[in-house]
């Protein structure tokens, strides 16, 4: 069988496990990495023993496909490329940086027959998938999704860093877009919200709550779900999914609770996401999270951020002093 020709468009930190995992494939061929920088693309190249470009066009008309890796203001432009040439996309998330630029890397898919997929890591995850499948009417979701700060992701707020990732499991759990966004946040260590809390109502009644914060000390994504005769607690990190089930209830009694923990042991969602998107090339089927899927993510958290800055307005010149450390030394302080 003839294998899918693949690049990867950016090989800075995310970028060159994309080129590491594709390169290990039987089904795949990493023909070439592109960079703007290309001492970085041709130090991956000799890792993996394929092409060193700097610009796209060097190496567009040798490949089936591609891994779009870049900075997010740049994905629109590159993707659109890429599908008007005839080649299929995998482009990290979020997937442009406006709406109107979503709907027109959908509309080229569509015109064209290609295959657009979104990396939305965490539909991979195995704790998730398994909840998808034990799901019947959510009517209380709650998420918190904190991180150590990264200074990779200065670039935008942390409903689009990171927020976006609970945002697009909720809607593909509930099945329906919400009704009305609530958002507040605030950021501390650079002009773009780092905290961010927001209230999602659907219009079948269920309310999602969702947190994420780029200033934690430690690593949680968890997600609680409320839903007729059954709760689970979905641990994305740890790859745990805790399903409780009232089994039994006699008035005046203790109900009898069915309460089962499911462990799932290591794996690679990234591995997953890029075999998951050669195989939908290769048998030219949808993929798991299509563009209209990224495009509905991507709204929501549009909708988080214009409700956060909405709350900051007017509050420039305070959020613009130097910051002020009260009743603690700055960090480095003697």
Known sequence: MKKVRLAVIGVG??????AQKIAAMDQAELVAVVDVDLDRAQAQAAEHGCLACAALDEVIDQIDAACVVTPTVYHYDIAARLLTAGKDVLCEKPVTTT???ADHLVELAAAGGRILQVGHLERFNPAAAQAFGLMTKPMFIEC???????ARAMDV???LDLMIHDLDIILALV???PCEIRAKGVPVLGPHADLVNARLEFPGGCVANVTASRLAL???RKMRIFQPESYMALDFKERQLLVVRGVNYVAGHDPEVDSRLLEFGPCDPLDQEIRSFVDS??????????GAAARRALACALAVKAGVDAGLRGMEPLLNEPRKWVGAKAPGAC
């Open 281 to 290: 090339v290769i048998k030219r089927t949808p993929p798991l999270v299509d």
């Open 144 to 150: 918190n999704r904190i991180a150590p700060f990264k």
């Open 99 to 101: 709406l109107a630029q």
């Open 175 to 177: 099945g329906e877009e």
């Open 218 to 220: 430690k690593d949680e």
């Open 157 to 159: 707020d942390v409903a």
């Open 13 to 18: 930190y995310l970028g060159r496990f994309h």
